[in-house]
Structure formats: C-alpha cells, structure tokens
T-cell receptor, first 114, second 117 residues
Framework: GENVEQHPSTLSVQEGDSAVIKCTYS??????FPWYKQELGKRPQLIID?????GEKKDQRIAVTLNKTAKHFSLHITETQPEDSAVYFC?????????????FGTGTRLTIIP | GAVVSQHPSWVICKSGTSVKIECRSL??????MFWYRQFPKQSLMLMAT?????????EQGVEKDKFLINHASLTLSTLTVTSAHPEDSSFYIC?????????????FGPGTRLTVL
C-alpha cells in the first residue's frame, strides 16, 4: 500500500518568513495530493491540492509543487502570519482508480513566531 | 457547499457499552464515506471505507466486529463502537466524497471525541 512520509515534524518560523513542508510517497499510481490544515480539536481543512498532471499550483500565499519522478511534493507558505499556526498534513491517493482512500503523512506542527 | 456533520461532537461512556456516531453529508450525496481515528498528536488513520448499499472495507488491523459501519443512504453513515474500552478513547472523524465525477476531494466532519471510562 501507499506510504507517505512528511518532514519536518515541527517547524517554527518568524512571522513574515516562508515555511516549507515536504512529503514523499511510495505508490507511483497515486495521482491526487491534498494538503490539510488542522487546528486543535477541529476538522482537517483542505487548503490546496494538486493532481499528477500538474507540477505546481498556487493560491495566494500558498503553493504546492509536485515532482512525480522523485515522488515528492511540497507545501510552501509565504509571508506567514500567526493564524497560519496549526498542524499540516499531506496526503496521497489514487483518485478515480476505484480506490480513493487517502493516506496521510505524519503531520507538521507549524508555529509562527510573532 | 460540501458540508459534513457529525453527531455527537463528544461522548463519554462506561467501559463495555456501545456508542454510535453519525456522519451526514448535508448538501451533497456521498457515494463513499471514510472513517478515521486520530490519537492525540498523531495523524489520521483510516479505519474503513464505506460505500452506500454495500459492506464497508476495513483497513488491516481494524476489527470489523468491534467497529460496525453502516452506510444506509447517500447522506448517512454510522460507526458503532461496540463494547468500548478505554483504549478506544480517541477522536473519530468521518469524511465524505461527493458522487459527482471529477471531484477528488474529501470533506471532513467536525469529529467526535470519545472518552471511555
């Protein structure tokens, strides 16, 4: 089955700086890679996703890059703000293959230092 | 749109009792729903995949007789934790995937915090 590794487990950055979280996956058939933000005791919220036919996607301060050959993808948050502090999870799945379950990474606790 | 609700939001029960958690898609039909368990400071671990009108598919290591899943309609799936024990205390989260083709994303419920005394 799919295995998703995520690094780092914790990350502290100064407000205004950029944060980068990296994930690798093992299943070359995975083609859908979402990123979720989870605040304490709350549901995961989708912040951005990318499909395997695209190498990069950006939404305001958030961007995701995908390298299919190396099987890794990264989340980039620029101009970080205190409200970006949360736990971030990457995930991978074989969307539309009839096996659409998400395999999550282990999570990154991001702390923005004011 | 794409709202998923869960009920109850939290529950405390005695060891040996059963607890039912409901997951509803409020504004879309969900052909597939997923049940996750999340222990403190850990990731989401998929327990089972629930397809409307058919038996759930359980992940390896998840006891299907202990965690009963029913997906009786396109908007409702239930998870029943039978004979709950303290080690079952966790945050249980469901997600739902719209039946509309081309939509890969899953929408998560707010979670149910189960505490077994």
């Amino acid at each position: 089955g799919e295995n998703v590794e995520q690094h780092p487990s914790t990350l502290s950055v100064q407000e205004g700086d950029s944060a980068v979280i990296k994930c690798t996956y093992s299943d070359s058939a995975s083609n859908y890679f979402p990123w979720y933000k989870q605040e304490l005791g709350k549901r995961p919220q989708l912040i951005i996703d990318i499909r395997s036919n695209v190498g990069e996607k950006k939404d305001q301060r958030i961007a995701v890059t995908l390298n299919k050959t190396a099987k890794h993808f990264s989340l980039h948050i620029t101009e970080t703000q205190p409200e970006d502090s949360a736990v971030y999870f990457c995930a991978a799945s074989r969307a539309n293959f009839g096996n659409e379950k998400l395999t999550f990474g282990t999570g990154t606790r991001l702390t923005i230092i004011p | 749109g794409a709202v998923v609700s869960q009920h109850p939001s939290w529950v405390i029960c005695k060891s040996g009792t059963s607890v039912k958690i409901e997951c509803r898609s409020l504004d879309f039909q969900a052909t597939t729903m997923f049940w996750y368990r999340q222990f403190p400071k850990q990731s989401l671990m998929l327990m089972a995949t629930s397809n409307e009108g058919s038996k759930a598919t359980y992940e390896q290591g998840v006891e299907k007789d202990k965690f009963l899943i029913n997906h009786a309609s396109l908007t409702l799936s239930t998870l029943t934790v039978t004979s709950a024990h303290p080690e079952d205390s966790s945050f249980y989260i469901c997600s739902a995937k719209p039946g509309t083709s081309g939509r890969d994303e899953q929408f998560f419920g707010p979670g149910t915090r189960l505490t077994v005394l």
